[in-house]
């Protein structure tokens, strides 16, 4: 079958498109033939080689992925070939980038069939983090206030809906360039962070503060100030760890996004309600992945790519 995967770590061009041996599922592993997977900036940095995220040589990336049940282990129950899946799979284990891959049964639920299979892809890790930053580590409640700065982001946009679904007032950060799409999601009041300052903007205590965006930590510590005593800080930013405030009773966690099947099935059936919508800004064939990865290196990829075999 056909794969990319690097042998060592390093720039761009450690990428290969190469022939491999088709994986054969083990006991608990279904193989999924691949729709698509998706590109994260997380796959950019295992490459590189700056993300602490335990590889196995060589490493196929794409830990999101949507495909179909090729094959299946032994003891699998509850999915049956031909079935379409979706995953978010183990980041250290091989992943999607290519024609097969393997997965753990309980890393896969059925594929939305609201949107395409291949863009399903596009979904996975994004919605399981804004979901468990806002609910798991975040426990935002309803009637509370949430703050989200860098909401422009795929990741924003659904922290935007699910927050308003669980009935939060949504204070969002945004370039003129998102602004629609950030008020399409549900915000309740938007920032233009390029304009104006946020520390200004906001004129009451918010419950959750919620940052997607590499800001710089002199920055991010200010913004604290707006957090309620007794409040929280939450941000997907891992390089750097998330401030809190102690004499309020401020606490902080940096989010590392969970696979959670459950959770993902929940995710899931918004999206076929319709309360969800899944964004895919670029598809693109497997042989430019390392273009693809040449682009990120140079600086954030915008939206939500999905890359197909």
């Known amino acids: 079958m056909k794969a990319v995967r ?3 770590v390093g720039g761009p061009e450690v990428l290969q498109f190469e022939e491999i041996e088709q994986p054969v599922p083990a006991s608990g592993q279904v193989r999924v033939r691949v729709a698509a997977s998706a590109f994260s900036a997380a796959d950019n940095g295992m490459r590189a080689g ?19 049940v090729d094959a299946i282990g032994e003891g699998v129950e509850g999915f049956a070939l031909g079935d379409a899946v979706i995953g978010f799979l183990p980041m250290g284990e091989d992943g999607g980038a290519a024609e097969y891959v393997l997965a753990p049964v309980d890393a896969l639920v059925p594929a939305p069939t609201r949107v395409p299979l291949a863009d399903a892809a596009a979904f996975p890790s994004v919605a399981l983090t804004a979901r468990q930053a806002l609910f798991d580590d975040g426990r935002l409640e309803a009637g509370q206030r949430v703050l989200i ?11 935007i809906a699910l927050a308003k679904r669980a009935g939060a007032y949504v204070i969002a950060t945004a370039s003129p360039r998102s602004a629609d799409a950030v008020r399409a999601a549900g915000a309740d009041e938007i920032i233009d962070h390029t304009e104006t300052d946020v520390l200004d903007a906001v004129a009451e205590p918010v419950d959750l503060l919620l940052n997607l965006a590499p800001i710089e930590p002199a920055e991010f510590t200010a913004l604290v100030s707006l957090v309620r005593s007794g409040g929280v800080v939450v941000s997907t930013t891992a390089w750097m760890p998330a ?15 969970r696979s959670d099947a459950e959770k993902l099935a929940e995710l899931v059936s918004l999206v076929d309600s319709g309360d969800l919508r899944v964004e895919v800004t670029r598809r693109i064939p497997l042989t430019e992945l390392r273009a693809l990865h040449a682009e990120a290196a140079q600086g954030r990829i915008s939206g939500k790519v999905i890359v197909i075999p």
């Not at 700056?50 to 179909?68: A, R």
């Not at 401030?243 to 996004?257: H, I, K, L, M, Q």
């Open 6 to 8: 690097f042998h060592e």
């Open 50 to 68: 700056f993300l602490p995220i335990p590889l196995t040589l060589p490493h196929v990336p794409g830990y999101d992925v949507s495909g179909t």
């Open 149 to 159: 700065v860098g909401a422009g982001g795929v990741v924003g946009k659904y922290a």
């Open 243 to 257: 401030p809190d405030d102690a004499e309020r009773n401020v606490r902080s966690v940096v989010v590392y996004v």
